[in-house]
C-alpha cells in the first residue's frame, strides 16, 4: 500500500510491526483496559524507540554520502546507543558526543556504545544542550579537515526525518489495532526530544483523527520550548512528505507532572509503576523514561481519565534497571 512516506529512502533496522498485546493483569490491578505497543522489542542493539527514526534518519545519511555520523546525547542516551548500534549494521562511523560528567563504571549504555565501537567524546561537566551543539559541530568540522563525510543527527535522533518514523508507527499501530476489530481512546508515551511525539501527532493529523496522544515530559532542558519544538518538528515532517496538514500547538499534549526532580532523577511514582508492570505481567519499564510515562497510565485509571482502551507506547531503554544508581532506588518502598 502506499504511504506518504513510501518515496523516502529507508533503511532496514527495525522488526515491524512491533508486538501489540493486551495486559490482562496489570489492567485488571489498576481498573483499566491497558494494551502496550512493544517498541522494547527487537533485534538491533536492545531496541528501543530511536530505531524508527533511524531507518529513515540514517538512510538518508547514506543517500548523501555520508560515513560518519555524529550524535549528542545524555551520558546513558538511548539515541546514541542504537544508532551506534545501527551504524554498525549500516557500515558507518559513529561519534557519540554525550553530557556531563565522566561515570566512574562504563555501564548501561555506555558499554553498550564501547561494544558498538562508537567513538566517544565526553565534555566533562557539560550539560547544556547549546554548548553541546557548539561541541558536536567542532567534531564534525575536525572530521571534515581530515576528509570525513559528517551526518548530524540531533539529540534524540528527533530531526523531522526521525519524525516521520513515527507517523508511520502511528499507521502501524492502527493498522494492528484494526486487524484485531479494536479501537483505542488514548496513547500515552514517554517524551524528551519530541519526535516520537511529533510523529504520531502527525500520523493522527493525516488520519484526520484517532486515538488522542498523551505526551509524559521526562526531561525538560533539552529545547527551551518543547510544545513549539514538537510543532516545529511535525510541521517540518509533514513538509518532506508534501502532506497538506496542520499541526498545531493545539494537537500537543505535553504532560510535565510525572518528570519529577528532572530528567533521569526517580520518582515514588515511576518506581511504583515499574514494579506493578513486572509483578503482573513480566514487563520491564526503565525509571529515565517508560517508567514515568507509565506512572502516568496508573495516575490517569486512578483518576479516571482514561475511558475505553489505553495503549502504553513502551519505549524500550529497560536496560537502565542495571545502571547505577537505578536499581536500589527501583526496589525503594518495595
Ligand atoms: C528517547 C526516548 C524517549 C523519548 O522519545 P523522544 O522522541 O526523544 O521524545 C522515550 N523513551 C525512551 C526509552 C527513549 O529512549
Redesign the pocket.
Given at each position: 500500500m502506499s504511504t506518504p512516506w513510501s518515496e523516502l529512502p529507508r533503511a532496514t533496522l527495525a522488526e515491524l510491526p512491533t508486538p501489540l498485546h493486551r495486559l490482562p493483569r496489570f489492567s485488571a490491578a489498576i481498573g483499566a483496559d491497558v494494551w502496550i505497543k512493544r517498541?522494547?522489542v527487537g533485534e538491533l542493539g536492545l531496541a528501543?524507540?530511536?530505531v524508527r527514526?533511524l531507518e529513515f534518519v540514517l538512510a538518508d545519511a547514506r543517500r548523501r554520502g555520508a560515513d560518519v555520523v555524529v550524535i549528542v546525547g545524555a551520558a546513558q542516551?538511548?539515541?546514541a546507543r542504537?544508532a551506534a548500534a545501527a551504524c554498525v549494521r549500516l557500515g558507518l562511523r559513529c561519534v557519540l558526543v554525550l553530557s556531563g560528567d565522566q561515570p566512574h563504571e562504563t555501564a548501561g549504555n555506555l558499554l553498550l556504545d564501547r561494544l558498538f565501537r562508537a567513538d566517544v567524546v565526553r565534555f566533562a561537566g557539560t550539560t547544556d544542550w547549546a554548548e553541546l551543539e557548539q561541541a558536536a559541530e567542532q567534531v564534525r568540522e575536525d572530521l571534515r579537515a581530515r576528509g570525513a563525510s559528517p551526518y548530524a543527527l540531533p539529540?534524540?535522533?528527533?530531526s523531522p526525518l526521525?519524525?516521520v518514523g513515527?507517523a508511520a508507527a502511528w499507521h502501524e499501530l492502527l493498522g494492528q489495532l484494526d486487524a484485531r476489530g479494536a479501537t483505542a481512546s488514548t496513547i500515552v508515551?514517554?517524551?524528551?526530544?519530541?519526535?516520537?511525539?511529533?510523529?504520531l501527532v502527525l500520523g493522527r493529523a493525516l488520519t484526520n483523527g484517532g486515538p488522542r496522544v498523551r505526551?509524559i515530559g521526562?526531561?525538560a532542558d533539552?529545547h527551551p520550548d518543547p510544545a513549539a519544538q514538537i510543532v516545529a518538528l511535525a510541521s517540518d515532517a509533514a513538509g518532506l512528505l508534501h502532506a497538506d496538514v496542520e499541526v498545531t500547538a493545539g494537537d500537543v499534549s505535553l504532560d510535565m507532572a510525572f518528570l519529577g526532580a528532572g530528567y533521569a532523577a526517580p520518582t515514588p511514582e515511576a518506581a511504583s509503576a515499574i514494579r506493578l508492570l513486572a509483578e503482573t505481567e513480566a514487563i520491564v519499564c526503565?525509571p529515565?523514561?517508560?517508567g514515568k510515562?507509565l506512572a502516568a497510565v496508573v495516575a490517569g485509571a486512578r483518576d479516571g481519565a482514561l475511558p475505553g482502551t489505553t495503549v502504553f507506547w513502551?519505549?524500550?531503554?529497560?536496560h537502565?534497571v542495571f545502571a547505577p544508581p537505578h536499581g536500589d532506588a527501583l526496589l525503594d518502598g518495595d
Open positions: 517498541d522494547d528501543g524507540n530511536k527514526k542516551s538511548n539515541a542504537a539529540a534524540g535522533a528527533s526521525g519524525a513515527f508515551h514517554a517524551s524528551s526530544s519530541g519526535g516520537t511525539h511529533a510523529g505526551a521526562v526531561a533539552i526503565d529515565v523514561y517508560s510515562a513502551h519505549t524500550g531503554g529497560y537502565a
